[in-house]
């Protein structure tokens, strides 16, 4: 993008508003009044559009009982299906990769007994120290499953710094006895973005199996899954995706890998034209779909129809460019605000390694956290020590984000934050 324009004056921050190209999309969200939301990078807010297809699926089986499988304005048989269909752009994949489903863990075990095949010396499962650790107790679990011992054959590369991961260090991990590697497209904590591309590339040079974990990137960034050749990737959709707590997650497999028998079977991964068969022996869908295993969660499922709309709309590209500066933005504010203050920036400056959210750390940051949310400003916390402050391009306004560094600084100024224990919250 190049370096952008800055003065640090409210008038400057409405002016940008102004110029907003993807402006029109806040007043399709339930903003609530007197509250700036900076934390849509854990639960977005919901939409109108949401509200509406949740709505219409209520209504589905109002008017429709079990025929809704097969009727109404959004019959459940093939919803997975169609949603995978409309967020197969934002991954960059094909409609028949892509199915909505499940959750982020349940995804990632069905992924991982699918596709880790220990043999011979390759018995290892090659992951990083700074992932959700979700993620690692799926991992764990799986090896137990196989007979080895997770001390042994989970393999965590190390951050030098305690945020970022070089993916030198990554390569240099894969060695012969790599049988499968899990990791994250964007850094939960500092938002840092990996090479998903060259990680790809380096890994299948070693014939090593790749898959990410796009919760913190999905809805956020543009991902070229399938031109990168990744083998398969999962997330959420109650982020960025602005889905609903709760709701239904996605999960991505490579079309070369069709016909691969899924590892935790079960009969929405059947055939469609076969499920009602009720044959004893299972014939798997010859797409992504063959890797749901439940009945579908249908009004879990249904706000994202709706939401979805919003980013067909908008455009990834250009959320994203919003995205890039918002974030931009925030930092020299931060810059010409808080200096001296203890406040750090944990995220990457440069914005082909910045994913969607400012990672600001300060040695005070659970007690800062509360004392944000007594002021109406809502981020989100994590230990040791980052406020995480997601402006999301669909929904926050350049003036919210002049307003909370405005804010954080008066709570330093005024030593506000002392009135709070600088302790986490039981749910952060």
């Not at 509200?51 to 009727?71: C, P």
């Not at 137990?144 to 590369?157: A, S, W």
């Not at 999960?251 to 076969?274: E, I």
Request: proline share 4%; charged share 25%; with cysteine.
């Amino acid at each position: 993008m190049g370096a952008q324009r800055f003065l640090p004056t409210l008038d400057f921050a409405r002016e940008l508003d102004q110029a907003d190209r993807l402006r029109s999309f806040r007043k399709e969200f339930y903003v609530q009044p007197d509250s700036i939301y900076m934390d849509g990078n854990s639960l977005g807010l919901l939409s109108k559009r949401a509200e509406r297809t949740l709505l219409e699926a209520l209504d589905d089986w109002k008017q429709y009982g079990i025929d809704g499988w097969t009727k109404g304005k959004h019959p459940w048989f093939t919803l997975s299906e169609k949603l995978g269909e409309r967020m197969a752009p934002l991954v960059g994949a094909s409609a028949e990769e892509v199915i909505v489903t499940a959750s982020t863990t349940v995804n990632l075990h069905q992924l991982v007994a699918t596709f880790y095949r220990p043999q011979d010396e390759r018995t290892k499962i090659l992951a990083d120290e700074l992932t959700f650790p979700s993620d690692l107790y799926a991992l764990q679990s799986q090896l137990r499953m196989h007979g080895h011992d997770p001390e042994e054959h989970l393999i965590l590369v190390k951050s030098r710094d305690g945020r970022f991961l070089e993916e030198d260090d990554i390569i240099a991990a894969m060695t012969e006895d790599i049988a499968l590697i899990i990791l994250p497209t964007v850094l939960y904590r500092s938002g840092q973005i990996m090479d998903m591309k060259r990680l790809t590339v380096e890994a299948h040079k070693r014939g090593i199996l790749i898959g990410f974990d796009g919760c913190h990137s999905v809805g956020a960034i543009p991902h070229a899954f399938h031109e990168w050749e990744v083998d398969f990737a999962y997330w959420c959709n109650y982020k960025y995706l602005n889905g609903g707590p709760g709701s239904v997650g996605g999960l991505y497999v490579n079309r070369k890998h069709f016909g691969t028998a899924p590892g935790l079977a079960g009969w929405f991964g059947s055939r469609k034209d076969k499920q009602f068969d009720l044959e004893t022996i299972m014939t798997p869908a010859t797409t992504a779909g063959a890797y749901q295993i439940g009945t579908p969660h249908i009004f879990s499922l249904a706000p994202i129809l709706g939401s979805l709309e919003l980013f067909a709309e908008a455009g990834i590209e250009q959320i994203r460019e919003k995205s890039l500066a918002l974030t931009q933005y925030f930092m020299d504010l931060i810059d010409h605000e808080l200096v001296d203050m203890g406040f750090e920036i944990g995220n990457p400056r440069d914005e082909l390694r910045r994913g969607g959210h400012i990672a600001l750390e300060h040695r005070e940051a659970a007690r800062i956290c509360k004392s944000l949310k007594e002021k109406g400003i809502i981020p989100d916390f994590r230990a040791p020590h980052i406020i995480r402050l997601a402006p999301v391009a669909l929904y926050t306004s350049y003036e919210e984000v002049w307003h909370v560094v405005h804010t954080l600084k008066a709570i330093m100024t005024e030593k506000h934050y002392e009135k709070f224990t600088n302790e986490r919250e039981i749910v952060a």
